[in-house]
């Protein structure tokens, strides 16, 4: 069955970097985008950006441009998200999402990895 | 602040019909369709709806989606104790950059 698989919980300091994997399996991993989104505790969904698995090219929410990173490795079917100069606001379950299209206007997530919980604390 | 709005709270009694509306704008839900999905408490999003109105495979069909205009709606029949759930609309926004956005989910309870 088509499946996202996310590394472990991370306690970071301010100002470090956390990187998270989503290994991925059951379909053709340069087939589909990979999506990141988070969410803090007892709030909602935010989108971070996307990555076409085939190419590597990215897209970013402004809010994070400059502070996001996305990469994959192909050949172990994972993509990695890493984002840095973490604050306390960043304090939150991070997953990673297949995106699928059909035509120009129609983007879902399916499926969501189970989500990482990265916590920024002194 | 959510760019698509939804009502914080839901609730509904078994086997009652309830709404949930997300709204938008024209560079979201007005020129792009729209995604639902459920979170359970403590698990991950799961999606519900897709391209406004699809179900996937294995979610039945007393969950249905419509749109029209910068507007959509989710409505689930029949209530069952196993929907109490957040629920998230989500549409791809063609203004700046590009992305996609959320709204800031409905909290779902089965009274």
């Known amino acids: 069955q088509v499946q996202l698989v996310q590394s472990g919980a991370e306690v970071k300091k301010p100002g470090a970097s956390v990187k998270v994997s989503c290994k991925a399996s059951?379909?053709?991993?340069?087939?589909?985008?990979i999506n990141w989104v988070r969410q803090a505790t007892g709030q909602g969904l935010e989108w971070m950006g996307w990555?076409?698995?085939?190419?590597?090219?990215?897209g970013y929410a402004q809010k994070f441009q400059g502070r996001v990173t996305m990469t994959r490795n192909t050949s172990i079917s994972t993509a990695y998200m890493e984002l840095s100069s973490l604050r306390s606001e960043d304090t939150a379950v991070y997953y990673c999402?297949?995106?699928?299209?059909?035509?120009?206007?129609?983007?879902?997530?399916?499926?969501w990895g189970q989500g990482t919980l990265v916590t920024v604390s002194s | 602040q959510s760019v698509l709005t939804q009502p914080p709270s839901a609730s509904g009694t078994p086997g009652q019909r309830v709404t949930i509306s997300c709204s938008g704008s024209?560079?979201?839900?007005?020129?792009?369709?729209v995604n639902w999905y459920q979170q359970l408490p403590g698990t991950a999003p799961k999606l519900l709806i897709y391209?406004?109105?699809q179900r996937p495979s294995g979610v039945p069909d007393r969950f249905s989606g419509s749109k029209s205009g910068t507007s959509a709606s989710l409505a689930i029949s029949g209530l069952q104790s196993e929907d109490e759930a957040d629920y998230y609309c989500?549409?791809?926004?063609?203004?700046?950059?590009?992305?996609?956005?959320f709204g800031g989910g409905t909290k779902l309870t089965v009274l």
């Open positions: 999402a297949r995106g699928l299209h059909y035509g120009v206007t129609t983007y879902w997530f399916d499926p």
């Open positions: 059951g379909y053709t991993f340069t087939s589909y985008d």
């Open positions: 990555m076409n698995v085939n190419s590597g090219n990215t």
């Open positions: 024209s560079s979201n839900i007005g020129s792009n369709t």
């Open positions: 391209s406004n109105n």
């Open positions: 989500a549409a791809w926004d063609d203004s700046l950059n590009g992305g996609v956005v």
